[in-house]
């Protein structure tokens, strides 16, 4: 009687532990960024962003769940880092060097700024921003020299107004319209996405490109390195058969974009 109950017992953890295995395969894989659509936009939306739907169609059919979270851009760098997120979306590779980054890109983003529709002045480089008051966000990469130059000029209401927190472009854009920040630094397609949003899209204008596209990346975090390799692979590898098969092409669509590979950025 002994001996049977303990081969019952033996057979439960079996399949207790089989059980443990089989969950343990399906990663609950975590992004996390500020709110920059049409990259990636309401977590609980039917649009949640083109990037998170590439993510899902990466890893969701392999049993993993993909769920995003909205966090200030500085904040989801550093959780990300320490190993609360799996990953970070839209990045430049300068923004976290020591992330894990798929090979193939997930979209090509520069940055324009941006000023009232009635406004004369026009970027032509770093010496144009000197008469400005010009917006940023806290950690955002932009480029080196105008980086430098908000390093530079920060504490300086007359050239630099920084935000960071919940929306911070759209704060930005209200400071704009109402005159408390004479430009704003943004990318295109986030920007225009956004003014829509607000339906102030006719009050503004581009005046000009401040940084050339570069490839933006959902980059994975350096605290499980086999993983976030793994990760990356299969992200990368998504990216080409959703190209080949046109289901790329069918996602950014319903964002009113077509793919960077075949397309110039609009400023």
Request: contains cysteine; charged residues 25%.
């Amino acid at each position: 009687m002994k001996t049977r109950k303990s081969i019952f017992f033996v057979v439960v953890l079996f399949l207790m532990g089989g059980a443990a295995s089989g969950s343990a395969l399906a990663d609950q894989i975590v992004l996390a960024s500020d709110n920059w659509c049409p990259f990636n936009c309401e977590p609980e939306s039917q649009n949640p962003g083109y990037m998170i739907e590439i993510a899902r169609a990466a890893f969701e059919p392999l049993g993993h769940t993909v769920t995003y979270t909205l966090v200030p851009w500085s904040r989801a760098i550093k959780d990300t880092r320490r190993g609360k997120y799996q990953g970070i979306i839209g990045g430049y590779k300068s923004d976290a060097p020591d992330f894990i980054y798929p090979e193939n890109e997930l979209g090509m983003i520069g940055m324009s700024i941006f000023v009232t529709k009635d406004a004369e002045w026009k970027y032509t480089g770093l010496d144009s921003l000197s008469v400005i008051s010009l917006g940023v966000i806290r950690d955002y990469e932009y480029s080196t020299e105008i980086n430098r130059y908000i390093d530079e000029h920060l504490g300086e209401a007359n050239r630099i107004q920084m935000l960071s927190g919940d929306e911070p472009l759209a704060i930005n854009i209200r400071k704009l319209i109402r005159g408390r920040i004479d430009a704003l630094i943004e990318t295109p397609p986030v920007l225009w996405y956004t003014a829509k949003e607000l339906g102030v899209t006719d009050e503004l204008k581009s005046a000009g490109v401040a940084v050339e596209a570069k490839k933006a990346y959902i980059a994975f975090s350096p605290a499980e390195p086999e993983k976030s390799k793994k990760y990356a692979q299969i992200l990368s590898e998504t990216v080409e058969r959703l190209r080949k098969s046109k289901k790329l092409e069918t996602i950014l669509e319903k964002y009113g974009l077509t793919d960077w590979k075949s397309s110039a950025p609009a400023e």
